[in-house]
């Protein structure tokens, strides 16, 4: 496994590279060009900017995290094989600078949900969380003032102003897409860039939904182990992998995690590991990486992952605001740095067990 940090490019991240190179084991990033907008081609040009930017630091570009899916994609709209189309370039491009690894999602609208981003836990770190008799009183037109309002003034990946501005054109462009059709129009994706994929050894690892079921009657269709075993038979080729997210899935708490690790196996192309605290089957909140800091076992979770030999890139996720800092929420330096090292002693323990 090849440990990583997410990074949002200069000008989007409070956390640099050299303190990134710092950290014990890390020695690339998962990166996005984050000012593009979806449906855009992304420059040649701007990746091999990126690309340097960060080789220069010391570091590796270990994969993509995003390359957004537009509407019109998702939602099978006018643009959609022209924005399929900019999609191919953007992976053509991406290929060419040996970057293989790319994820992505397909839920509508929102690209992840909470109703808090800085939830005060006992010890006085603060942390995203989900409260579902929160969600269900909120009106969504009025989440760009509730998003803004806690995210510190950084913008926040999946909530960009521009995005919340037409939250109303938004939910009217999903009104009659159910979870099938939403399904059919990621097959229909996915075999156009197939050929692009192929050529390039791209793998495209789609991330779960977040939260794992349906919020403001929109369709969710990346949830848990049948939608992985749907997923495959519809598209039964390597490049068409997953992002194993611990803490999406992991906000079902009937999601067997190990159980959907082992069956997933080679098709992990990419992982993020988290922990979550459950309160009540309607409220959870995200917590350090240390299995008794949360609800969730990460030695079996690392295990399984070990067992099946996944060896792509893995980071850790969103991590706890601690000791002052201040940074975009759940993106600071400090816990999650310490995320990296819980995760790599895991690991190291496994191995040595085993051998």
């Known amino acids: 496994m ?26 690339g990033v998962i990166t996005t060009l984050y000012g593009t ?16 930017t960060v080789e220069d630091a010391g570091l590796f570009i270990d994969g993509i995290e995003s390359v957004n899916v537009s509407d019109a994609i998702k939602t099978a709209g006018p643009d959609r094989d022209q924005h399929i189309e900019n999609y191919i370039k953007t992976l053509e491009n991406l290929g060419k600078e040996g970057i293989r690894v790319v994820c992505y999602n397909f839920m509508p609208v929102f690209d992840w949900t909470r109703s808090e981003l800085a939830r005060v836990r006992p010890d006085g770190a603060t942390v995203l969380a989900y409260n579902q008799d929160v969600i269900d009183k909120l009106d969504p037109d009025h989440m760009k003032e509730s998003i803004e309002s806690m995210s510190n003034g950084f913008v926040m990946p999946g909530w960009e102003p521009e995005r919340l501005d037409s939250l109303k054109d938004l939910f009217n462009l999903y009104k009659d897409i159910d979870s099938d059709i939403l399904f059919d129009n990621l097959v229909y994706f996915l075999k156009a860039i197939e ?25 969710r269709i990346i949830t848990g182990l049948d939608s992985y075993k749907r997923l495959f038979e519809a598209v039964n080729k390597p490049f068409n992998g997953i992002t194993l997210c611990t803490g999406s899935l992991g906000t079902n708490p009937k999601n067997d995690l190990p159980g959907i690790i082992r069956f997933a196996g080679d098709r992990i192309a990419f992982a993020h590991v988290r922990n979550l605290k459950y309160n009540s089957d309607r409220d959870f909140e995200e917590a350090a990486h240390l299995s008794s800091d949360g609800s969730m076992d990460m030695y079996a979770i690392m295990k399984a992952l070990y067992d099946v030999k996944f060896d792509g890139h893995i980071r850790p996720d969103h991590g706890r605001m601690i000791w002052g800092e201040e940074a975009m929420p759940g993106y600071g330096l400090y816990d999650r740095a310490l995320g990296t090292q819980y995760l790599q002693g895991l690991l190291e323990a496994i191995e040595k067990n085993e051998r």
């Open 37 to 52: 907008n979806p449906g855009e081609a992304w420059d040649l040009e701007e990746i091999r900017a990126l690309k340097k």
């Open 195 to 219: 050929p692009v994929c192929e050529k390039y050894d791209i793998r495209m690892a789609i991330h779960p939904d977040d939260p794992a079921w349906p919020i403001f009657n929109l369709p």
């Open 2 to 27: 090849k440990m990583t940090l997410r990074w949002y490019g200069p000008g989007y991240d409070s956390v640099s590279l050299s303190q990134i190179r710092q950290i014990p084991g890390v020695h």
